[in-house]
Structures are given as structure tokens and as C-alpha cells.
């Protein structure tokens, strides 16, 4: 690892660890599933796995000025058996940090003023097969992507939320030129930075003390052409059965076409424990 590894792994770290023992509410969740996947990080395929999802979101309030950061942090495993004559392959599935920080100005008006800055990358690495080789598709750090807009929210009780503004979005690699290279120039680019306009929103519903659904929706417009869609919709179920058992089912949707010309879904069917403290 090179020193920007370095200073960008130590800064994931102190995030994290700012983070979570300031949260009013966590999850910790490790469930087996049966996955339908179609994404520019595995490819096409069915699969059972294991997942390790940890997910804080605290709410803290200054007067009229409140602060929402977001840690996410998603890791599965899945087994393939390939055939009698290939060797069996540990793959990863949901390899993902996300860390995301919200300030808003709540003025009691009917929208109110607010400042997003986050950040993604994976975990470690992920490949996906072609025919029977292995590609490698994304490590830590690479790619990198953050964001940062300025807009107006309207929510609704804490159950719900709307924003729209304008944004600014970086993604950096070192291997994976293909989401940031632009084929039209002869130079190999490694860093791609669209300005543009999103809306995106966030909720949160717990149907009765059993049941819960939760999702989010995000859309993005880079102004300057070539400027294709990136659209991004995720949707949760969650059914305690007892105690800390409890079914889920999860459907994920993306549209970017700088990672893939298809539509790309993420459908599992999961049973586990989940603590929430």
C-alpha cells in the first residue's frame, strides 16, 4: 500500500471509530441468503451466501443546526462449486463501505438548507467469473468515489425525507480505468468529476414492533455531455420472527452505464440474527 493507501485507510478508521460509539442506534445483522445478482462488481448468477451488515445512522442536534453521519458497512461471502474438475471459489458479494455526513439548518421553513459530503469504496476485493476465469473488478480504494451537495430537504416526522440540490462527484482509481477513462482522448484518465443536479430520498417506516420497511432513492444529472443517468433505488423488509431472529428480503436496483449498458439488480432472501442497540 502507497502513502495516499495509507492516509485514506487511517481516515476511514477514525471515522468509524468517531462514529459508532456516538450512535443512539445500531445494527449489527449476520445472515444466510439466497441471491439474484446482476452488477458490474460480480457479474450475472445465482448463489447462496453469508452476509455481515453493520449500519448506525444517529441523529444530533445543536439549537436549529442538526447532524445526521451514516456508516455502512456490508461484507458477504458466497461458495461456488464449479464442476468435479475445478477447484471450489470463495467469492465476496455485498463488499461495501459507505460513510456519508448531513448538516442541516432547520429554520422552521418548509425546506430547509443542507450540506452533504460521503464517500464509497469496497472493502477489499471482488471479481467476477468470465467463463471460468476469475476478473477482478474493485479493491480498497480503488475505486474511490466521494460526493458532496448543497440543496433543500422537506421530511416528514422522522419517517421520511426528500432532497434536491446540486452535487459534485469525484471517482478516483488506480487499476479500474474503465469508470473513469473517457475513450474519445488518448490519455488514460484516472480521476472523472461530474457536476450536476440530484434528488434523492430516504424512509423509514416500522409497520408494528414486528415488522419494518426501509429504503432509499437516489437520482443524478451530470451537466456536461456525455451525461447519462445514474439512478440508484434500494428497498428493505425486515419480519422478526423471535427474539433476534428475524427474515428479510432486499431488492436493489441501479442504473449507471458507465459501470454496465444493462440494468443492474440485487435480489436476496435472507434469514438471520440482527442486535440493534
Known sequence: MDATGRWQAWG???????????????????????????????GERMSLEGTLRLETAPVLRWGRWQLQPRVRLRYGVQYLQLGEELPSLLLPTDNELRLEGTLQWRRGWILDPYVTVGCSTALGRSWRLQGLRRVETARWGDPLVWWQSLGVGYGGGGQWEVRCGASLQQVRVREFVPLTDNPRTPELERVRTEAGGELRGRWLWRLDSLRLWQGEGEVRKALEPPAPWQVRLEQRFVQRLWKLLEVGLRLELAYNRRQSAKLQYVQTLSLGIAYRW
Open 12 to 42: 476511514w478508521l477514525l471515522w468509524l471509530g468517531a462514529a459508532v460509539p456516538i450512535c443512539a442506534q445500531q445494527g449489527l445483522e449476520l445472515h444466510v441468503a439466497q441471491r439474484a445478482v446482476r452488477e458490474w462488481r460480480e
